[in-house]
């Protein structure tokens, strides 16, 4: 048995044909959801890129505990668990995040990777003069659009891409081993993340809007508000993420190409998922993180293909969370058991017939809202009070995304907490936060608590009464307790949420 697992980031569910887009070029989506099975209820865990990982190697949440950050000592690893029990472990990637400080734990538990340089500001190229900005590179204007436009003179063509280098070298890996058994490869691409970032056969995919726009070059939206952007800057932005979605398109095309050359499918699993989404001026919003987190983040495509139930061109309702799933569907998969602290669920039943695996969903960034889902509903829990407190970080691996806490961080900012159950009696830092979230205002105004019919408002441009729903309020937010208790949460999530009374 094996297991071909592509992950995208920041892959937008309303921009494939199979969740009913119409105009984006995606024939090989397209081809991807007959051959699978679809999901329809699937939604992100911890947010954003980082937090994702961990929940995929642990199979469990982690946004209440901890922000972004390395693997923890204490951490079950699938890939490595795999690795231990002769399931030979391949990553390709080129997502850089693994090699900064706070994600340097993930990528050595397999046992071999292959990385890719130069997404975004990744400081690959070493260059001083920062090349004019010219026709074809990011609108922004700090140090890592500089580093940007030095990386992207250094990718002629689409061949010379990270993007196509990591699915290539995906692609040798079957190739290589496609005769042997008990192997798990994780093909991994930054990409469709901004900056969206391709050539000019791909935006000639979208020649009408291409040869009619007379605006300024824009393929890095910002982590803001829509501010200042023209209607015809904000569609820009679209079609340039829609560009790059056909070539991520064309890339699965070359890999699910393979598979039936190699003749994969009779005993392989197949697996194709993101870590969340990402906001293209929908609700005024850029990007991601900042605010609330629309269906356009969270609400996830998702496909898969098992070779034990053989189910293709059909889909599922379930509600299913693949960052945390996946790990205990993998272990599933190869006959391993889960580990006590893992709370995902494997996901084979569900795959085969639609089997329930829970009845709420939960999700958020740390500090963050607490979001609840039903599948139907969606209930965020923004901060009671506007200091967004208490609020800690528990770990012994004491990372932002690019460096490790500062001094200033953890001076008289720091003691010893109680093991937790996942923390395997390991005593743990609790580091306090000041509960603050980018911008330092008063986060209820960026996190406000709100209630949305999801099934009836997909685009939730309506929120609801919270008083006229209480029955809906009162269910989730049990359900929400319920899932909080069993990831033995801090008790301080349940007070900086309002979730306390619900205990």
């Avoid at 005593?427 to 979230?437: C, L, N, Y």
Wanted: glycine share 8%.
């Amino acid at each position: 048995m094996r297991v071909v697992m592509l992950m995208f980031d920041s892959l937008n569910r309303h921009m494939l044909p199979a969740y009913g887009c119409d105009w984006t070029h995606a024939p090989n989506f397209r081809r991807l959801a007959e051959r699978t099975v679809t999901f329809d209820n699937s939604y992100v865990c911890s947010m954003p890129c980082m937090p994702a990982r961990r929940d995929l190697h642990t199979g469990r949440p982690n946004f209440l505990h901890r922000s972004w950050g390395p693997l923890e000592p204490f951490d079950d690893s699938v890939p490595e668990m795999l690795k231990n029990n002769g399931i030979h472990t391949h990553m390709t990637t080129d997502h850089y995040h693994y090699f900064e400080e706070g994600g340097a734990t993930y990528h050595t538990r397999f046992q071999t990777y292959e990385s890719f340089r130069g997404h975004e500001g990744d400081p690959w190229i070493g260059q001083v003069r920062v090349p004019d900005q010219g026709d074809a590179v990011a609108a922004r204007a700090d140090g890592f659009g500089d580093q940007d436009r030095i990386n992207r003179q250094h990718m002629p063509t689409e061949f010379d891409q990270p993007q196509t280098k990591t699915i290539g070298a995906g692609i040798d890996y079957i190739r290589r081993n496609a005769k042997d058994d008990n192997w798990f490869l994780q093909i991994e691409t930054f990409d469709p993340h901004e900056p969206f970032f391709t050539h000019r056969n791909y935006k000639d995919l979208y020649a009408d809007h291409y040869r009619n726009y007379k605006g300024k070059h824009f393929d890095w939206p910002p982590y803001r508000k829509v501010d200042g952007e023209t209607p015809e800057e904000i569609e820009h932005a679209r079609f340039e993420y829609a560009s790059l979605l056909s070539m991520c398109d064309a890339r699965l095309g070359d890999l699910m190409d393979v598979m039936d050359e190699q003749n994969m499918w009779d005993d392989t699993m197949f697996i194709v998922w993101t870590d969340h989404g990402f906001m293209l001026g929908e609700h005024d919003c850029w990007a991601k993180c900042w605010q609330p987190f629309y269906q356009e983040i969270a609400h996830t495509p998702f496909f898969v293909w098992d070779p034990r139930s053989k189910k293709q061109g059909e889909r599922r309702s379930a509600l299913v969370q693949p960052s945390i799933d996946l790990g205990p569907t993998l272990l599933d998969f190869f006959g391993m058991d889960l580990t006590p602290d893992m709370t995902g669920k494997p996901l084979g039943e569900t795959i085969a017939n639609d089997a329930k695996v829970r009845d709420v969903a939960l999700f958020g960034l740390h500090g963050g809202h607490v979001n609840i889902t039903d599948g139907n509903n969606v209930y965020m829990r923004g901060p009671a009070e506007p200091a967004n407190e208490p609020l800690f970080n528990y770990t012994l691996m004491p990372a932002n995304m690019r460096h490790t806490f500062s001094p200033k961080e953890l001076k008289g900012n720091i003691e010893l907490a109680p093991p937790f159950k996942h923390t395997k009696e390991c005593h743990v830092m609790k580091i306090g936060t000041a509960g603050k979230m980018p911008g330092g205002e008063d986060v209820r105004m960026r996190m406000p608590t709100m209630l949305f019919n999801v099934a009836e408002d997909e685009s939730q441009s309506t929120p609801l009464d919270p008083n006229e729903h209480r029955d809906v309020v009162d269910r989730l937010s049990k359900g929400a307790v319920a899932v909080m208790d069993e990831l033995n949460a801090p008790a301080e999530q349940y007070e900086r949420v309002g979730l306390a009374d619900y205990r």
